[in-house]
């Protein structure tokens, strides 16, 4: 591949350790889907636990 692209193996060994690290950061943050899923479900939890309380000291 470096024959084809111009840069040399070391650069390219570095551009895929680096994308390696890169991965392993990414894979511990959420997407925005799973932060928006979670507002929503912390907010019906909210609501639920407000409910919940109404009902004991109705």
């Known amino acids: 591949m470096a024959k ?3 840069p040399s193996g070391p650069s390219i060994r ?3 350790r ?4 890169e991965g392993e950061a990414r894979a511990d ?3 925005a ?3 928006d899923e979670l507002k929503r479900l912390r907010k019906e939890n909210r609501q639920l636990r407000e409910e ?3 009902i ?3």
């Open 4 to 6: 084809e692209c111009g």
């Open 14 to 16: 570095n551009w895929v």
């Open 18 to 21: 680096q994308a390696e690290q």
């Open 29 to 31: 943050e959420l997407t």
């Open 33 to 35: 889907a799973e932060r």
């Open 52 to 54: 919940r309380e109404s």
């Open 56 to 58: 004991r000291f109705s």
